[in-house]
């Protein structure tokens, strides 16, 4: 499955921005989807997951009550809503594809970049 991130760009702080991750080439609702981000410096790290058929979601601590992920089947694309953004957001936002559900996603999409200022 090929994976394209769509939708970053520059916001301030308090503001908001959708992601958008396109899937072709593969069955996209037999795959857990999941975004990721990478700010500099730092590693890779968690930001929400959500199962085949969006019957469950998770997020890290750090996002949680702020972004919602959710996915729609028919059009094979998973969205990021972020709201209340901060400048510790400002990160490389990675979407992925899970086969199954583990630490990291079967598949990487490129990434798109967010940037929050104060």
């Known amino acids: 499955v090929q994976l394209q991130a769509s939708g970053g760009g520059l916001v301030q702080a308090g503001g908001s921005l959708r992601l958008s991750c396109t899937a072709s080439?593969?069955?996209?609702?037999?795959?857990?989807m999941g975004w990721f981000r990478q700010a500099p410096g730092k590693e890779r790290e968690f930001v929400a997951t959500?199962?085949?058929?969006?019957?469950?979601?998770y997020y890290s601590d750090a996002v949680k009550g702020r972004f919602t992920i959710s996915r729609d089947n028919a059009k094979n694309t998973m969205y990021l809503q972020m709201n209340t953004l901060k400048p510790e957001d400002t990160a490389v936002y990675y979407c992925?594809?899970?086969?199954?559900?583990?630490?990291?996603?079967?598949?990487w999409g490129q990434g798109t970049q967010v940037t929050v200022s104060s």
């Open positions: 080439g593969g069955t996209f609702n037999k795959y857990a």
């Open positions: 959500i199962t085949w058929s969006a019957g469950r979601t």
């Open positions: 992925g594809a899970y086969d199954t559900l583990k630490p990291r996603p079967d598949y």
